[in-house]
């Protein structure tokens, strides 16, 4: 399996609407792939809060339609990121959203870990409560985003629902890339599955990216890792690694917390 994962750079010099066309034609670009992944709110900012409101979208907004005929044109499944959602009956939403290579939607996922601290996204987005996997041909996608990473009884959650491939679209802080890195090959290792962690690259309302998008393999090794600025990240991949990992070192096998208690 061939996944791109595209390190958008957000700047303030450049519009959302130029940047959605620009990206879009980033993604038409990757014909060939099987999987392209984009970067959390690349539309916006990660740290852009002012910009949430104002830019907010209903799903089958402007950014759905750009990204599903991106999809359509370069016959790719495409993780379109993270956008902010406005629920016409509720908050906002920091929401992710997965196309087939057909364009329609396979996959909508509202962001469970908001983060901020009760400041920034913690108090302007709602929480999502939904597990959401993906199945594409050779591998099923576990979907989480950025701050979800830190978590890891979340990604429990997704191997129990079938997940082999996380993806994890993000906008990190570059003083935090140390944790980037670690996260994702830990939530790698522990659950045996691959890791494509993408990020942003540039300045977010004044915060520099960590950019170093990154895709781990089942052991925890580094397949391949991007620098910090705007880039395609492009790796080959072997799906069935996962199952093969799991069966000669079957840990997942021995877990205890977590599970059901068994029935007397």
């Not at 038409?28 to 409101?53: I, K």
């Not at 522990?190 to 993408?198: K, P, T």
Request: overall charge negative; glycine content about 10%.
């Amino acid at each position: 399996m061939r996944a791109s994962l595209l390190q958008v750079a957000v700047n303030e010099d450049e519009s959302v609407e130029a940047r959605r066309l620009r990206v879009a034609g980033m993604v038409r670009d990757q014909a060939g792939a099987d999987l392209v992944v984009l970067p959390e709110l690349w539309t916006t900012g990660a740290f852009a809060y002012e910009a949430f409101g104002s830019e907010a979208e209903p799903l089958e907004g402007p950014t759905y339609e750009a990204m599903a005929k991106a999809a359509s044109d370069a016959g790719v499944w495409l993780h379109a990121g993270s956008i902010p959602e406005r629920d016409p009956d509720g908050p906002l939403y920091n929401t992710s959203l997965v196309f087939s290579p057909s364009g329609d939607l396979a996959a909508a996922y509202r962001k469970i870990h908001r983060f901020g601290f009760d400041k920034g996204e913690a108090v302007l987005m709602g929480a999502g409560d939904e597990l959401v996997t993906v199945r594409l041909p050779g591998t099923t996608l576990g979907v989480a985003t950025c701050y979800d990473l830190r978590f890891p009884e979340l990604f429990r959650g997704l191997v129990d629902a079938g997940a082999e491939t996380f993806v994890v679209p993000a906008g990190w802080p570059e003083r935090r890339r140390s944790h980037w890195t670690l996260l994702a090959q830990a939530r790698a290792v522990e659950n045996q599955s691959f890791v494509l962690a993408c990020g942003t690259a540039g300045t977010h309302a004044g915060v520099p990216q960590a950019g170093h998008s990154i895709v781990v393999d089942p052991w925890g090794e580094i397949l391949a890792q991007a620098g910090p600025d705007e880039q395609t990240l492009t790796v080959d991949f072997d799906p069935t690694t996962v199952t093969s990992t799991r069966d000669r070192f079957p840990a997942l096998k021995d877990r205890v917390l977590g599970l059901e208690p068994p029935r007397r």
